[in-house]
């Protein structure tokens, strides 16, 4: 079982940054591949970035972010980050972190909601001059 706690977030001015964390309980943490995603109103979720688990050392953005956000982890902390660089309005949403569903998982491509459990509460962001 884990337990993810999102963090970070805020009102920020267009060209602005922030940086998410994510931060976990469980033993087998690093065992997992984690996501992040958002939902904006009115809008489905959808997969931000995913990583890998350290020994592949792979990452995968969704389009709309590729060259302004970063993903990292750091499993000795149990925390995922997502460094968020020259925000847009239209990356206003809430944002959430997850875990894949199952272990030893690869980070291939976009990260699909439906692959991935244990979300947390979120944190919103707000990109608004």
């Not at 009102?11 to 997992?32: A, E, H, I, N």
């Not at 660089?85 to 980070?107: H, I, S, V």
Request: aromatic residues 12%.
């Amino acid at each position: 079982q884990e337990k993810l706690v999102e963090s970070g977030g805020g009102l920020v001015q267009p060209g602005d940054s922030l940086r998410l964390s994510c931060t976990g309980t469980g033993s087998m943490f690093g065992d997992f591949v984690m996501g992040w995603f958002r939902q904006a109103p009115g809008k489905e979720r959808e997969g931000v970035s995913c990583i890998s688990l350290s020994m592949y050392n792979t990452q995968h953005y969704s389009d709309s972010v590729k060259g302004r956000f970063t993903i990292s982890r750091d499993n000795a902390k149990k925390v995922v980050y997502l460094e968020m660089n020259n925000l847009k309005p239209e990356d206003t949403a809430m944002y959430y972190c997850a875990q894949q569903r199952w272990a030893y998982g690869r980070c291939e491509d976009v990260p699909q909601p439906d692959e991935y459990h244990f979300w947390g509460q979120g944190t919103q962001v707000t990109v608004s001059s």
